[in-house]
């Protein structure tokens, strides 16, 4: 965990509780968070994902690996003490708009389990769920897809600390949602993590799908 620096401050709670806002919004806030090599689909699934709840008149938002990077962590680079930073802050960020009541779609290789563990464990320490999709595919499909043209970067030498090339992944060990997207339709990986939402009570079936969507 990061070293705490400032001193004298006290975290001050409101008048208005999570049940409050969680009652406003008819959901339970949470993070999933998206884990996979560069390629293998976390972003797409998001998205999907985003548009589904979205339909089920869920409130949820996206934190995106690059999107990020443009703004918050822009003064990150690719090395490990960068990724370690980049994924602490990015654990924070989800928190927050977990404790709010959205669904937060957190989308980020975070190929160290040491760094997603500690977001699991801030998650937990709050009372707050945390969901691990561990969006699998191989390598070799990975840089078969290359949408960004990042692997052959990396593999040219263009690019260092490229994880799957010169820096490691170290998968989930125990996913709540394991996603094969080298296998698997973009629908069934859906259906798949809105069905594990329903069981978990973070999303309920009472809820009106959007009339615009509907017909």
Request: glycine content about 6%; aromatic content about 6%.
């Amino acid at each position: 965990m990061a070293e705490q620096k400032a001193t004298n401050v006290t975290w001050h709670d409101g008048d208005v509780s999570r049940e409050d806002r969680q009652q406003i919004l008819r959901q339970q806030g949470s993070t999933i968070w998206f884990t996979g090599l560069s390629g293998s689909g976390k972003s797409t699934v998001s998205v999907a994902l985003e548009r589904a709840l979205y339909k089920m008149g869920k409130l949820s938002y996206r934190l995106d690996g690059d999107n990020v990077r443009l703004g918050i962590n822009k003064n990150l680079g690719f090395s490990e003490a960068d990724r370690k930073e980049n994924i602490r802050r990015i654990g924070e960020v989800a928190k927050l708009f977990s404790d709010a009541g959205t669904i937060s779609l957190s989308s980020f290789i975070s190929p160290y389990r040491a760094d997603r563990d500690e977001v699991r464990a801030l998650h937990e320490a709050a009372g707050l769920p945390f969901v691990e999709v561990f969006v699998d595919c191989s390598l070799e499909v990975a840089e078969q897809r290359d949408p960004k043209g990042l692997y052959k970067k990396a593999r040219a030498g263009e690019i260092k600390n490229f994880t799957g090339i010169d820096d490691p992944y170290e998968p989930p060990l125990k996913p709540e949602i394991h996603l094969k997207t080298d296998e698997m339709s973009i629908e069934d990986e859906i259906q798949l993590i809105i069905d594990y939402l329903l069981e978990k009570d973070i999303v309920k079936t009472n809820m009106l799908t959007r009339e615009s969507d509907a017909a």
